[in-house]
């Protein structure tokens, strides 16, 4: 998602990011990420038991 050159844009010359992710941003993305997909998780299972009774 945050590679200097995404994969959808294909093979040849593309725009390229200015500034790159370093390792310190990264590991605080990852965390972030983490807690996101977990609460999103969470929510959609909710959903399913409230549908499902």
Known sequence: MLEPRPLWQGPGEG???DKRVDGGSGCV???LLAIVSRLAAL????LVELALG
């Open 15 to 17: 725009l390229t990011r």
């Open 29 to 31: 993305y990852s965390i």
């Open 43 to 46: 929510g959609i299972g909710r």
